[in-house]
């Protein structure tokens, strides 16, 4: 059972421009939303993460939207570049002791030069 | 600091041969957890440990075992390995009460054949 959709599977931008990479999930419970980038050959590191009592975070050139209502949130990268490609995977987590993480599909980006 | 290191990189099994996968980490954390990485599917939970002394299973237990060894060691274990279970595999941990931050190893890529 995948509670968190993510889309689309890959994305090609040209360098300057926004990627917009959505999610979507089905728990309620869910309190705490992250993104992970994951270049090549490593594992995934945290990107960016929102609670759902607000409904946009910013940092640098990744922000996040939330829309509690229609349990769906985005990421969007501003001024897209080269090095920013990258696999990107939303994930949810509920509140208790482990905290784990159910994780999207993920998104491939490809940021053309 | 080596954070969290994963052994081996590369492994490949023979169907019903069996292996452990070692995880070990050095920043004092308390909760760790094992994933498993296929295309197109995201990161999927295998097992995790809250806390040192206890163990619990994720989303797609069968198959495997883990043993959380000490505060710094957790392996997962493949008794009988199958084609289905070629997979790249990544341990994680968290530091309760600081954020819920997971920070990844470098993972290990398993071919069943």
């Known amino acids: 059972q995948q509670q968190v959709k993510q889309s689309p599977q890959s994305l090609i931008v040209q360098k300057g421009g926004i990627s917009i990479i959505n999610c979507a999930y089905e728990?309620?419970?869910?309190?705490?939303f992250p993104w992970y980038q994951q270049f090549p050959g490593k594992g995934p590191a945290l990107l960016i993460a929102i609670r759902p009592d607000v409904s946009e975070k910013k940092e640098g050139r990744f922000t996040i939207s939330f829309n509690k209502s229609a349990k769906q949130f985005s990421l969007h990268i501003m001024d897209s570049q080269p090095g920013d490609s990258a696999t990107y995977f939303c994930a949810a987590s509920l509140s208790g002791s482990a905290r784990q993480l159910t994780f999207g599909s993920g998104t491939q980006l490809t940021v053309l030069p | 600091n080596a954070g969290v290191t994963q052994t081996p990189k590369f492994q490949v099994l023979k169907t019903g041969q069996s292996m452990t996968l070692q995880c070990a980490q050095d920043m004092n954390h308390n909760s760790m957890y094992w994933y498993r990485q296929d295309p197109g599917m995201g990161l999927r939970l295998i097992y995790y440990?809250?806390?040192?002394?206890?163990?619990d299973k994720g989303e797609v237990p069968n198959g495997y075992n883990v043993s959380r060894l000490n505060k710094r060691e957790f392996s997962l274990r493949l008794e009988s390995a199958a084609p289905s279970q070629t997979s790249v595999y990544f341990c994680?941990?968290?530091?309760?009460?600081?954020?819920?931050?997971?920070?990844f190893g470098p993972g290990t890529r398993l071919t069943v054949t």
């Open positions: 440990s809250a806390s040192e002394g206890t163990t």
């Open positions: 728990n309620t419970a869910f309190d705490y």
């Open positions: 994680a941990t968290r530091l309760v009460g600081a954020s819920y931050e997971q920070y």
